[in-house]
């Protein structure tokens, strides 16, 4: 089994920038492709961003592209997202995830899920 906890969430002013972590646990981690949902007031959870186990493949949301980096490090059992020039429609709860692949984290198709960390961004 795989355990996923994130962290680093935080409130920030419009422009600013925020790395979260998400911690896995569990020796078959590295066998999983990783990503982020993130859920709005109000709104349905969205994909954000994934990375392929190996950290080759990456894929994000259009509204992200060019302002937030994912990646992993499968020695420490770490995957982060790098967020820059945040924006306050990115407030929101974001949850780490794990699947078999990148699509199937694209389809939601989702094994594991982190509890949630609350990123609020300010205008």
């Known amino acids: 089994q795989v355990q996923l906890v994130e962290s680093g969430g935080g409130l920030v002013q419009a422009g600013d920038s925020l790395r979260l972590s998400c911690a896995g646990s569990?020796?078959?981690?590295?066998?999983?492709?990783m990503g982020w949902f993130r859920q709005a007031p109000g709104k349905e959870r969205e994909f954000v961003a994934a990375i392929s186990w190996n950290g080759v493949i990456t894929s994000y949301a259009d509204s992200v592209k060019g302002r937030f980096t994912i990646s992993r490090d499968n020695a420490k059992k770490l995957q982060y997202l790098q967020m820059s020039s945040l924006k306050p429609e990115d407030t929101a709860i974001y949850y780490c995830?794990?699947?078999?692949?990148?699509?199937?984290?694209?389809?939601?198709?989702?094994?594991?899920w982190g509890q949630g960390t609350q990123v609020t961004v300010s205008s």
């Open positions: 569990g020796r078959t981690f590295s066998s999983y492709a």
């Open positions: 995830a794990a699947a078999t692949s990148i699509d199937h984290i694209k389809a939601s198709h989702v094994a594991y």
